[in-house]
């Protein structure tokens, strides 16, 4: 079975910047797609953003608004996810995610991490 670790949450004043680490388990496990979602208080896991075998990259404009970015290492098997220009709005658990469809539904992703907490402080 193979597990998703997520690292490099915190706390952190608004205006500031988080870099989210993800790790899997197995180094022969190359799925498809790789991602971030999140899931604040009292509301829906959000997709945040999503790295793809192929080399693109998929993004939530309307909450991220250029302000992360994702990136993947294939041989490490690692995805990253750096936020910038943080804002309390962005305070939630954030989830890896990886699965071999890939988009903005929480469904078409099959392995989850167990999530890593980020507090922005106004």
């Known amino acids: 079975q193979v597990r998703l670790v997520e690292s490099g949450g915190g706390l952190v004043q608004a205006g500031g910047s988080l870099k989210l680490s993800c790790a899997a388990s197995s180094r022969t496990f190359s799925p498809y797609a790789m991602g971030w979602f999140r899931q604040a208080p009292g509301k829906e896991r959000e997709f945040v953003a999503a790295s793809l075998w192929s080399g693109g990259s998929t993004y939530n404009t309307d909450s991220v608004k250029g302000r992360f970015t994702i990136s993947r290492d294939k041989a490490k098997n690692t995805v990253n996810l750096q936020m910038n220009s943080l804002n309390p709005e962005d305070t939630a658990v954030y989830y890896c995610?990886?699965?071999?469809?890939?988009?903005?539904?929480?469904?078409?992703?099959?392995?989850w991490g167990q999530g890593t907490q980020v507090t922005v402080s106004s």
């Open positions: 995610a990886a699965g071999a469809y890939g988009g903005t539904r929480s469904e078409r992703y099959d392995y």
